[in-house]
């Protein structure tokens, strides 16, 4: 069975995009189209933005379609240890492939911007 710490679902701009976003940040994701979560036996149960904007008041508003799944939950202790990985790997690469201590800093400086 696949586990991933992210569902996405749709595979639209946005959906790949959220996909791309949390792939570099280390984050275990997993991408399904609608019609894919049924195949599986993953009940959906789109429900109206409005809804969800209640619950989730950081959501952009501009969603068209929203989906409820069965115990969806992100492990935000998991999220952030994925993250402190990423950023680990980001910097000793950058450490390996700088020449110079100023080409090291100039690298993560570019990336903070």
Same mark, same amino acid.
């Given at each position: 069975?696949e586990?991933a710490?992210?569902l996405?679902?749709?595979?639209?701009?946005?959906?790949?995009g959220?996909?791309?976003?949390?792939?570099?940040?280390?984050?275990d994701?997993?991408?399904?189209?609608v019609?894919?979560c049924k195949?599986?036996?993953?009940? =959906?149960?789109?429900?109206?933005p409005?809804? +969800?904007w209640?619950?989730?008041? %950081?959501?952009t508003?501009? $969603?068209?379609a &929203?989906?409820?799944v069965p115990?969806?939950?992100?492990d935000g202790?998991? =999220?952030?240890?994925q993250?402190?990985d990423? +950023?680990e790997r980001?910097?000793l %690469?950058?450490?390996n492939? $700088?020449r110079t &201590?100023?080409?090291f800093m100039a690298s993560?400086?570019?990336?903070l911007?």
């Open positions: 069975m586990k710490t992210v996405v679902i749709g595979g639209e701009p946005t959906g790949v959220i996909l791309r976003d949390l792939t570099m940040r280390g984050i994701v997993m991408l399904l189209e019609e894919a195949k599986i036996n993953l009940p =959906t149960i789109q429900i109206d409005a809804e +969800a209640h619950m989730e008041p %950081n959501l508003h501009r $969603a068209q &929203v989906y409820r115990n969806a939950a992100i202790f998991c =999220t952030a240890w993250n402190i990423s +950023a980001n910097v %690469n950058n450490i492939s $700088a &201590v100023e080409e993560i400086k570019n990336k911007i």
